[in-house]
């Protein structure tokens, strides 16, 4: 199973944000989609599900071109293809366990006590089971992060999108959720899409990196591509530095 981004490009009126871009994403993967802020992370990945459509380019899951695909055609595509926004966007007024009951009785059709078994056993994976009847208001941003991805999970998806997963976490919430997008890879053989410019996680997580700049992928890699590499854009993006040729 593979995704496959072609030549995309990308424009707002007058704002060209991408210029071009290709990019594969392989099974079982971890990739993650880094650039400054604005650099078209966001607007890249939000084009596999239909959210953005592209102005030129295709969009290839497992060799079906999707890119034409009307809104219902793309609840298929939408099925395998999970998406976890920044904010966690659970109900209030819900129980965590009652969130993440309601993708499958919508669309699974599961009623009752095995709805209820099942969405157990998708916060279990998430190690948020002990923690079914507590509401969204009782808990941290960190523990509703994996209640959004069990959410996300029922849905059964070969790949999940992860967008800025780990923004406004504390670190050690920030490390928990690093350590969960790794086992999902490593024990259930999701492929992740984690778009981020968090550096701590992009080295303790990702398979390969993807760097967006000015429209066109920099540098598509390892962890050890980006750490060897002489580019001095990307020096100082992975280090931090105030100073350098990268244009914010």
């Known amino acids: 199973m593979m995704i496959e981004f072609r030549n995309i490009h990308k424009a707002f009126g007058d704002k060209v944000i991408l210029r071009g871009v290709s990019l594969t994403v392989d099974k079982g993967s971890v990739l993650f989609v880094v650039g400054i802020s604005g650099a078209g992370k966001s607007v890249l990945v939000k084009h596999l599900v239909g959210i953005i459509r592209p102005d030129k380019g295709r969009v290839l899951l497992d060799g079906e071109d999707i890119t034409d695909l009307d809104e219902h055609a793309m609840y298929r595509v939408r099925k395998r ?21 309601l993708p499958l009785r919508k669309h699974r059709g599961l009623q009752g006590d095995e709805c209820r078994r099942t969405a157990l056993s998708y916060l279990a994976k998430v190690k948020m089971d002990k923690l079914a009847e507590r509401y969204p208001s009782d ?37 928990d959720v690093d350590r969960l997008i790794r086992n999902l ?3 259930y053989g999701v492929t992740s899409i984690v778009v981020s410019h968090d550096l701590r996680s ?9 760097m967006i700049y000015q429209g066109h992928i920099r540098l598509d890699g390892t962890p ?17 530095l105030s100073e350098g040729p990268l244009e914010l």
Do not use: W
């Open 185 to 187: 890879s490593d024990e």
């Open 81 to 101: 293809c999970a998406m976890v926004f920044q904010h966690s966007t659970l109900f209030d007024s819900m129980s965590l366990v009652e969130n993440v009951m």
């Open 139 to 175: 808990i941290g941003d960190g523990l509703r992060k994996r209640v959004a991805i069990a959410r996300a999970l029922t849905m059964e998806p070969d790949f999940v999108i992860f967008d800025e997963p780990t923004t406004g976490l504390d670190p050690m919430a920030a490390a």
């Open 224 to 240: 050890d591509d980006f750490r060897a590499t002489r580019d001095p854009v990307i020096h100082q993006f992975i280090n931090g």
């Open 202 to 210: 992009i080295f303790t997580v990702a398979d390969r990196i993807a």
